[in-house]
């Protein structure tokens, strides 16, 4: 390799065998990867599954159906069979059935609030309130997560709608015209379930003041003044509390007794719910027609609606020691919006305040969810029309108040400009992206920033040189320590990052600096001091442990990497390859260049292979650096 300060000649074997311990002390022989299957053996095979196709083994053994095999299904597709055998009714019934109507109280308002976001009436959040709720109580795996309508989704389905089905421009619309109006809108929202900001919003808000009505502005401000407090106290006391404080709920009553008593809606022209229809909507599958159209805006909808269910459920389920899985929770999560879209419900997912909710009033279990049923189908059933008088500025209040969270989130940013520049360069990206454009545009751009951070990262990852802690087969970058061992004509060098098409050309550059393998009259690179005497390097050894995958550009550079190695009479040993870069390699022709022997198990057992054959090769030279 290079020269090195303190440079000595190891003239006795006592010298030799310590500073070369304990490699000196020939523990074992050096490993190649045949050496090891043949001595400890592959993943055992079948012999007659090897001729077979993989196909077919699938096929076999989806056909080879038993009893035990049917109900083991069953019991991995209906998690309520799992369960609730071992369900503890003493202990978790009395806390499931309080979680279950406190979160069911909120899910009365919260529904019919996100339903206006989603530009239909306020009944189908009710809707999607009960339906959701009730298929992920029979199908998914969170035991503490807690479904129904969310913000974000709401907001992404409704420009969506309003795109689809635009508001006539006049605004003068008969009541006929107006169910015919909300019909197209509930079948644009339910076929994007089917098929699955800010500052704008504060701008439209504030160029609407002047037109807006001041009995809706007071109604709005004395809406907030309660909700607001209420939602910080239940945050602040949250361990105090016995249940949270159900502040939307009696905000709800107050303003339609208010309303009721005062004639708001005839006499200041106050915008209300109206009448609720009692029971459920005819099943009715959704306009398929429309599938073409609203394709591009389901995609983003399914995604965000996988990713915030599952990472809430992953959150809640290492808190309180189980587990989920993931393909069920994808399974419940896409039924639950398939078949609640028969209904003409709108997209759904978990949300964080209704499970932060269902958690600190006491829930267990997904029996829960049955509770918050019940309280939605009572309201659906009997209690709709004392809704009648309830002013819709209320339900725009529960909106702001249950996205306030949201806005919290920009007091975590100092931290996290702490923890990762990167991740909060993304986070910005995404947030002005959202702001300035649309959510589910803006989510695009902040996952292909996203992405291109990982592709920058992965190709300003730097090529590291070992070298050996005395008295130990430990082998850490040189930069890390100056009292590492390096033998002359060794050059051990760790690629710590996937070798791919973005990162050949990286890859080919680094190697000739350190291998001297370029054109002209270059040197091997140096990480000692600038005036030391360079070395020729005869022996490098390629740890590929940091490889953790190759693409066929990867795969043939290593090849080609390999045959200049040869041609410059340089010995080249891979180690620690996994068995997916292995094969790549091997599939892309490395065996045409090098042998099976130069293929090690460990950067220890190369680098003792190695040591061995410089002996032979060569005086037997030690560094030390001082």
Same mark, same amino acid.
């Given at each position: 390799?290079?020269?090195?300060?303190?440079?000595?000649?190891?003239?006795?074997?006592?010298?030799?065998?310590?500073?070369?311990?304990?490699?000196? @002390?020939?523990?074992?022989? +050096?490993?190649?990867?045949?050496?090891?299957?043949?001595?400890?053996?592959?993943?055992?095979?079948?012999?007659?599954?090897?001729?077979?196709?993989?196909?077919?083994?699938?096929?076999?053994?989806?056909? @080879?159906?038993?009893?035990?095999?049917?109900?083991?299904?069953?019991?991995?597709?209906?998690? +309520?069979?799992?369960?609730?055998?071992?369900?503890?009714?003493?202990?978790?019934?009395?806390?499931?059935?309080?979680?279950?109507?406190?979160?069911?109280? $909120?899910?009365?308002?919260?529904? *019919?609030?996100?339903?206006?976001?989603?530009?239909?009436?306020?009944?189908?959040?009710?809707?999607?309130?009960?339906?959701?709720?009730?298929?992920?109580?029979?199908?998914?795996?969170?035991?503490?997560?807690?479904?129904?309508?969310?913000?974000?989704?709401?907001?992404?389905?409704?420009?969506?709608?309003?795109?689809?089905? +635009?508001?006539?421009?006049?605004?003068?619309?008969?009541?006929?015209? *107006?169910?015919?109006?909300?019909?197209?809108?509930?079948?644009?929202?339910?076929? *994007?379930?089917?098929?699955?900001?800010?500052?704008?919003?504060?701008?439209?808000?504030?160029?609407?003041?002047?037109?807006?009505?001041?009995?809706?502005?007071?109604?709005?401000?004395?809406?907030?003044?309660?909700?607001?407090?209420?939602?910080?106290?239940?945050?602040?006391?949250?361990?105090?509390?016995?249940?949270?404080?159900?502040?939307?709920?009696? *905000?709800?009553?107050?303003?339609?007794?208010?309303?009721?008593?005062?004639?708001?809606?005839?006499?200041?022209?106050?915008?209300?719910?109206?009448?609720? +229809?009692?029971?459920?909507?005819?099943?009715?599958?959704?306009?398929?027609?429309?599938?073409?159209?609203?394709?591009?805006?389901?995609?983003?909808?399914?995604? $965000?609606?996988?990713? $915030?269910?599952?990472?809430?459920?992953?959150?809640?389920?290492?808190?309180?020691?189980?587990?989920?899985?993931?393909?069920?929770?994808?399974?419940?999560?896409?039924?639950?919006?398939?078949?609640?879209?028969?209904?003409?419900?709108?997209?759904?997912?978990?949300?964080?305040?209704?499970?932060?909710?269902?958690?600190?009033?006491?829930?267990?279990?997904?029996l829960a969810g049955l509770f918050s049923c019940i309280v939605v189908l009572s309201v659906l059933l009997w209690l709709g029309p004392f809704f009648y008088y309830l002013p819709k500025a209320v339900l725009a209040c529960i909106n702001i108040s249950s996205m306030r969270q949201m806005f919290f989130q920009m007091q975590e940013l100092p931290q996290l400009w702490r923890i990762s520049r990167v991740d909060f360069a993304v986070w910005m990206v995404t947030w002005v992206a959202v702001v300035t454009l649309s959510v589910d545009l803006g989510l695009a751009i902040g996952v292909v920033f996203s992405m291109m951070t990982v592709v920058c990262r992965t190709q300003r990852v730097q090529c590291l040189a070992l070298g050996l802690a005395e008295g130990t087969e430990l082998y850490r970058p040189l930069r890390e320590s100056h009292k590492l061992l390096q033998v002359p004509g060794l050059c051990i060098l760790s690629y710590p990052t996937p070798l791919y098409f973005g990162t050949r050309g990286q890859f080919r550059r680094i190697l000739e600096w350190h291998l001297g393998l370029g054109g002209g009259k270059e040197t091997p690179k140096t990480d000692g001091p600038p005036n030391a005497v360079a070395e020729p390097v005869r022996v490098v050894?390629?740890?590929?442990?940091?490889?953790?995958?190759?693409?066929?550009?990867?795969?043939?550079?290593?090849?080609?990497?390999?045959?200049?190695?040869?041609?410059?009479?340089?010995?080249?040993?891979?180690?620690?390859?996994?068995?997916?870069?292995?094969?790549?390699?091997?599939?892309?022709?490395?065996?045409?260049?090098?042998?099976?022997?130069?293929?090690?198990?460990?950067?220890?057992?190369?680098?003792?292979?190695?040591?061995?054959?410089?002996?032979?090769?060569?005086?037997?030279?030690?560094?030390?650096? $001082?």
């Open positions: 390799m290079s020269g090195f300060w303190g440079t000595r000649t190891c003239s006795t074997a006592g010298e030799v065998s310590d500073l070369k311990s304990p490699l000196g @002390a020939k523990l074992r022989e +050096p490993l190649t990867e045949a050496r090891f299957q043949q001595i400890f053996g592959g993943a055992e095979h079948e012999p007659d599954l090897l001729a077979e196709p993989r196909w077919s083994r699938r096929c076999s053994r989806a056909r @080879a159906c038993s009893a035990p095999g049917a109900w083991r299904l069953l019991l991995a597709r209906l998690p +309520p069979l799992r369960w609730l055998p071992h369900y503890r009714w003493r202990a978790w019934l009395l806390g499931d059935a309080v979680a279950g109507v406190t979160v069911g109280i $909120v899910h009365v308002p919260q529904g *019919m609030a996100f339903a206006l976001l989603t530009s239909v009436p306020p009944v189908f959040g009710l809707y999607t309130s009960f339906f959701p709720v009730l298929l992920y109580t029979l199908l998914g795996t969170g035991r503490h997560l807690s479904t129904g309508t969310f913000a974000v989704l709401s907001l992404m389905t409704g420009s969506a709608v309003e795109r689809l089905v +635009p508001e006539p421009l006049g605004r003068n619309l008969s009541g006929i015209e *107006m169910e015919q109006l909300d019909a197209q809108r509930v079948g644009a929202a339910a076929a *994007m379930a089917f098929g699955s900001g800010a500052l704008m919003t504060l701008a439209a808000v504030l160029t609407a003041l002047p037109r807006s009505s001041p009995a809706e502005l007071t109604i709005s401000a004395l809406s907030l003044a309660l909700l607001v407090p209420v939602k910080e106290l239940n945050v602040r006391f949250r361990d105090k509390l016995p249940t949270p404080i159900p502040g939307e709920i009696v *905000m709800v009553l107050l303003a339609s007794v208010l309303c009721f008593t005062s004639s708001l809606d005839t006499r200041y022209n106050v915008q209300i719910v109206g009448l609720l +229809p009692r029971g459920f909507p005819q099943p009715l599958l959704p306009d398929l027609a429309e599938l073409p159209r609203i394709l591009a805006d389901s995609l983003p909808i399914a995604l $965000v609606t996988f990713a $915030v269910s599952v990472s809430l459920a992953s959150i809640y389920a290492d808190k309180y020691n189980y587990s989920i899985d993931s393909n069920q929770e994808l399974l419940a999560h896409g039924v639950s919006n398939l078949v609640s879209s028969l209904f003409s419900c709108f997209p759904n997912s978990a949300t964080l305040a209704t499970t932060s909710l269902l958690v600190d009033a006491g829930g267990n279990t997904q050894v390629l740890d590929c442990s940091g490889v953790t995958f190759a693409d066929a550009a990867g795969a043939r550079e290593v090849v080609q990497l390999a045959s200049r190695c040869q041609d410059a009479g340089i010995h080249l040993l891979l180690a620690q390859c996994n068995a997916s870069v292995l094969g790549t390699l091997t599939q892309a022709g490395l065996l045409d260049r090098v042998t099976p022997e130069q293929l090690f198990v460990s950067v220890q057992d190369a680098a003792a292979h190695a040591l061995e054959r410089l002996e032979l090769t060569g005086p037997k030279t030690c560094t030390v650096w $001082v």
